[in-house]
């Protein structure tokens, strides 16, 4: 558990209790992995005067138990009560353990709902603290990194051989993705994965169809896994038989990712790794087609701190683990990505490829 980080951002603050509620946080200071397919705060950990308790619904108080040994669980209910049950919805649970005027909150990972449940303290923001205490990853995150990133090689692999022998649809290609990311040891695929063909690859964030390649048009796969709660993230573009605009729009895309991987390095300002790519597209005449950041952190989510964004205002750190993706994006004909995870350092950093990226 990391307990002691959030203890110390704490004293910095003069701060004796905060409430957290955004469950990749949760997970990664206790450990514990609510998984609800439901949008909204129905978990929250509680840590005041130095005690720490996880506030957790009903059905789920065996399961938290079980995943973490050394801090209080307690369960809400408007139905049962019992013992380690407070009876009542998630804000009168987290009420009975607050007894203090002045509570720090992660607003920016906070639903609407949720603060106004704290209407009537004073509240100290601590948003950026967390967001920065996760952006540094600890070496085992970063091996359960590059175990996601071995998964989504193998994925990747498999979906170019697809490609390349067999006609398959962009919801099949998505499909055979998906199942081999499960046999190869994932829990689950860290966002829907994107497979986009020809034209659909204009759209950055395509949703697979029954489209079928077709010689001279290219596949943008977007994907990545998650393993033991960590992200992967990868795009690779390729190309079936021979397209002269396509080569030529990749090469530029490669140039401007090559061009922003060298530049990032501990000390460095997001922005400018945003800005490396950036100018390569622009000079190239297809400055308004790249339409998107250049990357972004990557970690228990798969889009954290820090943005890489011509407006981002973080600094590169080491050991933080982001994305490097710049794109082209024709609307009618096709679009081009080229999208490595790559680990920050004080030199060079370490890129964790997966699949070869030259057409």
Do not use: W
């Amino acid at each position: 558990m990391r307990l002691h980080k959030l203890q110390k951002i704490l004293e910095e603050k003069n701060l004796k209790c905060a409430i957290i509620s955004n469950t990749a946080s949760i997970f990664y200071l206790t450990g514990y992995d609510y998984i609800s397919t439901d949008i909204g705060n129905f978990v929250a950990l509680v840590y005041c005067d130095g005690v720490p308790t996880l506030i957790v619904p009903l059905l789920e108080l065996y399961r938290a138990e079980e995943k973490i040994k050394d801090i209080d669980v307690v369960a809400y209910s408007t139905t049962f009560t019992g013992d380690k049950i407070i009876k009542g919805n998630l804000k009168d649970a987290i009420f009975s353990y607050v007894h203090q005027n002045k509570i720090g909150l992660d607003i920016q990972n906070t639903s609407s709902t949720f603060y106004n449940y704290f209407n009537k303290y004073e509240i100290v923001d601590l948003s950026k603290d967390l967001s920065l205490l996760r952006a540094i990853k600890e070496p085992e995150e970063l091996e359960l990194i590059k175990k996601a990133g071995e998964i989504t090689s193998a994925s990747m692999k498999i979906a170019q051989d697809k490609l390349t022998n067999s006609e398959v649809s962009e919801k099949q290609l998505a499909g055979i993705i998906d199942m081999t990311m499960r046999s190869e040891g994932a829990e689950d695929y860290a966002f829907p994965s994107i497979v986009a063909f020809g034209e659909n690859s204009a759209f950055p964030h395509h949703v697979p169809t029954d489209k079928i390649i077709k010689d001279g048009q290219n596949a943008v796969i977007d994907i990545g896994a998650r393993y033991n709660n960590y992200c992967f993230d990868s795009t690779r573009t390729f190309i079936k038989g021979n397209n002269l605009e396509i080569k030529k729009i990749y090469e530029i895309v490669l140039e401007a990712q090559i061009e922003a991987i060298d530049r990032a390095r501990d000390g460095v300002k997001a922005a400018e790794v945003d800005l490396a790519a950036r100018n390569i597209i622009e000079k190239s005449g297809y400055g308004k087609y790249f339409i998107h950041s250049t990357g972004h952190g990557v970690g228990i989510e798969v889009h954290e701190y820090p943005p890489v964004s011509p407006t981002s205002d973080a600094e590169l750190k080491e050991n933080m683990v982001i994305t490097v993706e710049p794109g082209i994006y024709l609307k009618n004909k096709f679009g081009v990505r080229i999208e490595d995870t790559i680990i920050i350092t004080k030199k060079k950093p370490i890129v964790l490829e997966t699949t070869f990226k030259y057409l």
